[in-house]
């Protein structure tokens, strides 16, 4: 079992940042895959970053590339989404979730996830 507790959502303008973190109960955090994930009103929820084990793969989409940045650190038992030059289209609920994972990869389909955090708002003004 892993518990996952996002924070760092908030409110800020066009182009600014903000760091998301997500922290993870357990011993064994460094045998999941994790991944953060974003749902706007009446969308679908997207995967936005994802993270191998290790932190040596990652994965992107297209949408936030060159604008977020996932990171991990093992020995906290976290997981990062460093987010810059954010757009008003970046609002939504940001959720973090893993996967317990037997290679270095990363996972980006949402059905693979069987641990969810509870969500942290995230809103970008105009």
């Known amino acids: 079992q892993v518990q996952l507790v996002e924070s760092g959502g908030g409110l800020v303008q066009a182009g600014g940042s903000l760091r998301l973190s997500c922290a993870a109960s357990g011993r064994t955090f460094s045998s999941y895959a994790m991944g953060w994930f974003r749902q706007a009103p009446g969308k679908e929820r997207e995967c936005v970053a994802s993270i191998g084990r290790t932190g040596a793969s990652t994965y992107y989409a297209d949408s936030v590339k060159g604008r977020f940045t996932i990171s991990r650190d093992n020995a906290k038992n976290t997981v990062y989404l460093q987010m810059d030059s954010l757009k008003p289209e970046d609002t939504a609920v940001y959720y973090c979730?893993?996967?317990?994972?037997?290679?270095?990869?990363?996972?980006?389909?949402?059905?693979?996830?069987?641990?969810w955090g509870q969500g942290t708002q995230v809103t970008v003004s105009s």
């Open positions: 979730a893993a996967v317990r994972a037997y290679s270095g990869s990363y996972y980006y389909t949402k059905s693979m996830y069987n641990y």
